[in-house]
């Protein structure tokens, strides 16, 4: 089948490095197969999206009702429904059963010989020879091998029993459930302007609502409707030779394949020419209505694989194809890169947001909690100390003051004191100004005039203070005399 997608073995060890290249449908047969429910209210709810169904053709889609079809109750032409159950009557392996994959395995090896013989004029309009289609159906029922090539059949004996085994089914191949969906389909017209139906088709809708119908057909009868549409979309190509239109083909197979069983042409009434429409539409674009809408692959795609993005939306992006291992170092690269961005941009935002904050402290007026923050900032400088962009003004350290034993001792006794330690910080301590060098600092404009004040000042007391010292340790020698 088409719609499932072949795994292949390969011993060859330089092929197994190639990608492998899933079925687009991949995703669509699974969630089919795996959660029928599920798939068939995912489908069956855009279904009604694009055409209305009241609620007891609803229920028949959905297999809860028994479908209500044309001539149920109806007692006319009651011999003629009679006259063609009599002739399904009798049942085979193959013919008159319900569809099988032996049933479809045995009438493909009719599709394949017709393939190779199209150009037969008049083919499935004109009828074959009854005894060679008798000989052909035993052969088929009793599922023996028939060489088609030898020339014993003729190309219309396979045509006429290809079309006596559809009709001979106990439902038609797009079953009785979907009879009135494939009328609403018909119906399907563009707007105008004004939003009003015009008479024109609307095919897309159409090519659409048929590609999810085709969706919940039971898988037998959708694997033999795709063999049979190609068949009959080939033949309509070799019009030319065979006189066979997508029209006329629709005119044989639309009893067969779209037509309630047990009803006559009285019974459907106006609805033939939307059933033979609806066929003819069925041929034309055959090579369209078996893919999956892509919206339904994409939610079949997210069922199993969640939000992953990958490089389509049709095919499958494996983990294990050599492009993608060399992809994962650029990947793990380009994701550093990104991680390194981020933290320099978290840790500028940090320093701003420090400097804002450090601004307003020294903005503050003078305060104790203002000293208290200050101090805090001071403890932690590589923390919360920002730049040096912002004018800060250094706490004042105590310095060690200068006593009059200290320079005795070292004046007269000659004894070596540490009078500072050695700060740690780089930059130099302020000398604390005497208050009677005040006046003078502020006359003063320069700070080299002020330090030579300031050092004048200095020598003067110093020589002041040994004069005494001296005078006081003359005195006191004298009274020890």
Excluded at 369 to 381: D, E, G, M, S, Y
Excluded at 387 to 402: I, L
Aim: aromatic residues 6%; charged residues 25%; proline residues 6%.
């Amino acid at each position: 089948s088409d719609a499932i997608c072949n795994f292949v073995i390969c011993n060859d060890s330089s092929l197994r490095s190639q990608p492998i290249i899933f079925n687009p449908d991949f995703f669509v047969e699974k969630l089919r197969h795996e959660k029928p429910e599920v798939f068939t209210e995912l489908v069956v709810s855009n279904i009604t999206r694009l055409i209305d169904l009241p609620g007891a053709e609803l229920a028949q889609l959905m297999g809860e009702e028994d479908p209500k079809l044309p001539g149920a109750n109806s007692t006319a032409s009651g011999f003629f429904r009679s006259l063609m159950s009599l002739k399904r009557k009798e049942k085979g392996v193959v013919f008159g059963s319900p569809l099988t994959e032996e049933g479809i395995a045995q009438v493909s090896q009719l599709i394949e010989y017709l393939h190779k013989n199209l150009r037969a004029e008049g083919l499935f309009r004109v009828p074959g020879n009854s005894i060679r289609q008798q000989i052909l159906k035993d052969a088929l029922n009793s599922g023996t091998d028939i060489d088609l090539d030898s020339g014993e059949f003729h190309s219309n004996d396979v045509a006429t029993l290809l079309k006596m085994f559809l009709g001979e089914l106990p439902e038609p191949l797009l079953t009785h459930k979907h009879f009135h969906a494939h009328l609403k389909i018909a119906d399907l017209t563009l707007f105008d302007e004004k939003g009003n139906k015009t008479s024109t088709p609307d095919k897309e809708r159409q090519i659409e609502a048929l590609q999810l119908l085709f969706l919940i057909l039971p898988a037998p009868n959708r694997s033999l409707l795709k063999l049979l549409l190609d068949l009959l979309y080939q033949t309509a190509k070799k019009q030319d030779k065979n006189k066979m239109s997508a029209h006329n083909l629709a005119l044989m197979f639309a009893p067969h394949i779209l037509w309630p069983r047990n009803v006559t042409a009285s019974d459907l009434q106006e609805n033939i020419t939307k059933l033979n429409n609806g066929v003819t539409f069925m041929i034309k674009h055959s090579q369209k209505l078996f893919k999956a809408p892509a919206y339904i692959r994409e939610c079949a795609r997210l069922h199993y694989l969640g939000s992953r993005a990958h490089t389509s939306k049709d095919d499958l992006d494996l983990l294990t194809s050599p492009s993608s291992k060399e992809l994962q170092p650029l990947k793990s690269q380009k994701r550093s890169r990104l991680d390194t961005c981020h933290q320099e941009e978290t840790q500028q935002r940090t320093e701003e947001a420090l400097k804002e904050l450090f601004r307003h402290v020294h903005n503050m007026p003078d305060s104790a909690k203002k000293k208290k923050l200050i101090r805090q900032f001071n403890k932690h400088p590589t923390a919360l100390t920002p730049g040096s962009d912002v004018p800060t003004s250094p706490a004042p350290r105590r310095t060690r003051s200068r006593s009059f034993s200290g320079l005795i001792k070292r004046k007269v006794l000659g004894t070596p004191v540490i009078l500072e330690r050695k700060s740690r910080d780089a930059t130099p301590e302020p000398e604390r100004i005497s208050k009677e060098n005040v006046h003078l600092l502020q006359k003063c404009g320069s700070p080299a005039h002020m330090s030579q004040v300031k050092l004048k000042s200095l020598e003067g007391r110093k020589e002041e203070s040994c004069r005494r010292m001296r005078a006081h340790l003359l005195s006191k020698d004298s009274s020890s005399l």
